[in-house]
């Protein structure tokens, strides 16, 4: 395994999930393993946890590049490459930065219902782990089609338990990614995306979504074509 953002090939991981998320998300032990894979284990030269690097393969996918993530930063042909990131997609905002024409949201100050930019406005837009804590993921996913120029797209990931189908938190006990002492209501996990978190971005208008996996099925970004 390679990491796609740097090329670094020596990795480490360590636990990320507590018992409370556990128990709230009714994980079995396979799926905490992986899901702690996803979150905790990093790249040695970059610190990219395996999320970062699947997002990274899949705008290198959409660049249409072989090189890593760093290195498609510095080539002329991206610098007009129009970029907006909804949040910090972990170690990753630190290459998007690199792209001379990078632009950066942060959610909830960025409302994913209602975005402050006209139609067709950006080439790649970027979010991870972010969908989940909205409202109504389907009109977000629409917003950032709306934003897109045509032939654009979106790359992002949400967390996906690959053995059951996507459910909404609606009625059950507050579930909170980080410490819920802390946390506000704007990251409370609104949807637990399951096999089907790709239908969203189909619903939301997209007509050809691409998965791509690092050490499957630990983490999973979708990329989103604009036509």
Known sequence: MKCGVCGG???????ILWDG????????ESETAYVNRQQGESCNDCGSNLRSIAL????????GVKCTLNEAAQKAEFQKLSIFEINE??????????????????????????MPFADASFDLVIHSDTLEHVDNPVHALSECRRILKPGGALCFTIPTIVGRMTRKRDGLPKS???????????FIVRTEFGADGWTYAMEAGFTDVALHAVAY???IAY?????
């Open 9 to 15: 090939s020596s990795f480490a991981g360590r636990a």
């Open 21 to 28: 998320l556990i128990n709230e998300w009714q994980l079995s």
């Open 56 to 63: 990274a393969n899949g705008i290198r996918s959409y660049l």
């Open 89 to 114: 997609a972990g170690n990753l905002t630190p290459s998007l930065q690199k792209f001379s024409n990078y632009k950066f949201g942060a959610y909830p100050e960025v409302d994913m219902h209602a």
């Open 176 to 186: 909170f990614h980080g410490n819920p002492a802390t946390a506000t209501d704007d």
């Open 217 to 219: 099925p630990s983490a």
């Open 223 to 227: 990329v989103a074509r604009n036509g």
